[in-house]
């Protein structure tokens, strides 16, 4: 994709998309609204990085992982640092208010029609298919992303150890990156060496 | 409305790892140390957030809603948002300047494993929270091979499977 060497004063050619402030806002509130049943962060990168190509894929991905050990909902957070990427403070902003706002009042509305009407059995069973259909995003972007991790034993061996322990075992988040995060940086920097 | 800012602030910057890791303390706040309602009451409100769009700690403004109406929603969303937002920008905002830095190019190349091993964690808690079944098993993979072979869109998607679940439901 950077085909050309940036061989002027600027080290890393910027290939980003201008994107305006309220397109920006627009589309964070398309997927605060949208995005059910956990996965937040898939339906996030489907749509930002697969489809509108508005950041890469190695600068969501290190966001995601700032963001995630950041306090804070992750796709939040991660929508906040898009939209920094994209439009400095103001991009910020806008993201987070996309996120959050729409789907406020929507929350509202529900905790509204729930007091009045009591439990749907429909909408339960149409949310556990959303559910179910955040994990198939996530499955998606999981193996988009990990085809283009390098071919070496420590990364696959990190990622495996990460998805056992996190996933399989289901150990608190923080510690296992504690321990696994400064292996792991650690190794990628004598690799360049 | 003050003590809802200041139950939710707190959790907002403890809320590390995303917003379900504050659920049990939430609950213990809420129902034990405030009663601000009951324990089926919180259930109820939890079970709505995860229902409703966006981030599930919006739960926040339920209980708000809950205790002090429309303003309390406004407050106790501040306080679990603004906290962790003003926390991850700073983080954001040196990440993006310490840009081309031999480090930074490390971290970047060393947090890649370590995210794909989440993003699959994160899958399979999912499953597991569902219940996974035949029905919810297949879904996921359809999703996943429809988002991989074509560019459909996130909208289509939700619509889609929420079309076909209310087929299911309404006509078994």
Known sequence: MAAEAGSGNETRPEIRPSVGLPRLLAEFVRLGTVTFGGGLQSWIHREIVDRLGWVDEDTFLSGMTVARVVPGANGVNIALYIGFKLRGAAGAAAAVLGMIVPAFCVILCLGYLYRRFGHLPAVHFVLAGLAAAGVGATLTMGIKVGRRLPRDLATSLTAVAVFALVGVLQLPMIPVLLALVPISVGLALLAKR | MLA?????????????????????????????????????????????????????????????????????????????????????????????????????????????????????????????????????????????????????????????????????????
Not at chain 2, 88 to 105: E, K, N, P
Not at chain 2, 132 to 140: E, P, R
Not at chain 2, 143 to 150: D, I, K, R
Not at chain 2, 157 to 171: C, D, H, K
């Open chain 2, 4 to 172: 809802l800012l200041l139950v939710f602030a707190p959790l907002s910057i403890l809320s590390i790892g995303g917003g379900q890791a504050t659920i049990p303390e939430m609950q213990h706040q809420a129902v034990v140390v405030h009663s601000w309602l009951s324990n089926g009451e919180f259930a109820d409100l939890f079970a709505l957030s995860r229902a409703a769009p966006g981030p599930s700690s919006l739960i926040a403004a339920l209980i708000g809603w809950h205790v002090f109406g429309f303003w309390g929603a406004v407050a106790a969303t501040l306080g679990m948002f603004l906290p962790s937002s003003l926390l991850m920008y700073a983080v954001g905002a040196w990440w993006h300047r310490s840009q081309d830095s031999r480090l930074r190019r490390a971290i970047e190349r060393g947090l890649t494993p370590i995210a794909v091993g989440l993003v699959f964690a994160g899958a399979i808690t999912i499953l597991r929270a569902a219940h996974a079944g035949a029905l919810v098993l297949a879904t996921a993979g359809a999703v996943c091979l429809l988002q991989s072979a074509t560019r459909i869109s996130t909208h289509a998607t939700v619509g889609a499977v929420t079309s076909i679940y209310l087929l299911i439901f309404y006509f078994t």
